[in-house]
T-cell receptor
Framework: EAGVVQSPRYKIIEKKQPVAFWCNPISGHNTLYWYRQNLGQGPELLIRYENEEAVDDSQLPKDRFSAERLKGVDSTLKIQPAELGDSAVYLC???????????FGSGTQLSVL | QKEVEQDPGPLSVPEGAIVSLNCTYSNSAFQYFMWYRQYSRKGPELLMYTYSSGNKEDGRFTAQVDKSSKYISLFIRDSQPSDSATYLCAMRFSGNTPLVFGKGTRLSVIA
């Protein structure tokens, strides 16, 4: 069974440029999460989806970050415009609707120059 | 004070050693406790998941939760070079609440 798939694996952009990350969760997992992991830190939740609905986006910087999960499957996280401080690994995870067990993708490492 | 404290290491041990990794937390309302392993340039991978105080064993790994002391541990027996990774503790409250992660401890097992 395929795990959580993310692309791209790496992205280097200049500040003020837009960037987008894509995630395909494990088949059948209704809950999808986007986390940000700074160097030497644990992951921090940005947004959680239950099917198509964003049920927890309190930590998402809404002035520059946006996310969508069309048809309750794939998801896209966008940053526009990117800032230097956005350099981090962006992780997508998924879980069964009522399960506490999260499965993570390999992440997208973003470098903003 | 952060909700979850974890010594970032690095921790270096010889192959075959017993490794002890620890986290402390400040909020007694945490109910679920997890340990994730993260290899370089990979996402975290769930190792152990516990709910109550006590021990849970899975092969060479033992997770221990002491709710009275707000302290959790992960023990690795007969450590192998392939165990070299960053180990993240994580915990959450009951209900549909987000995981709170520690910073992770970087472990190196030397052959």
């Amino acid at each position: 069974e395929a795990g959580v798939v993310q692309s791209p694996r790496y992205k280097i952009i200049e500040k003020k440029q837009p960037v987008a990350f894509w995630c395909n969760p494990i088949s059948g997992h209704n809950t999808l999460y986007w986390y940000r992991q700074n160097l030497g830190q644990g992951p921090e939740l940005l947004i959680r989806y239950e099917n198509e609905e964003a049920v927890d986006d309190s930590q998402l910087p809404k002035d520059r970050f946006s996310a969508e999960r069309l048809k309750g499957v794939d998801s896209t996280l966008k940053i526009q415009p990117a800032e230097l401080g956005d350099s981090a690994v962006y992780l997508c995870a998924s879980s069964l609707e009522s399960s506490e067990k999260l499965f993570f993708g390999s992440g997208t490492q973003l470098s903003v120059l | 004070q952060k909700e979850v404290e974890q010594d970032p290491g690095p921790l270096s041990v010889p192959e075959g050693a017993i490794v002890s990794l620890n986290c402390t937390y400040s909020n007694s309302a945490f109910q679920y406790f997890m340990w994730y392993r993260q290899y370089s340039r990979k996402g975290p991978e769930l190792l152990m998941y516990t709910y109550s105080s006590g021990n849970k064993e899975d092969g060479r790994f033992t997770a221990q939760v002491d709710k009275s002391s707000k302290y959790i541990s992960l023990f690795i027996r007969d450590s192998q070079p392939s165990d070299s990774a960053t180990y993240l503790c994580a915990m959450r409250f009951s209900g549909n609440t987000p995981l709170v992660f520690g910073k992770g401890t970087r472990l190196s097992v030397i052959a």
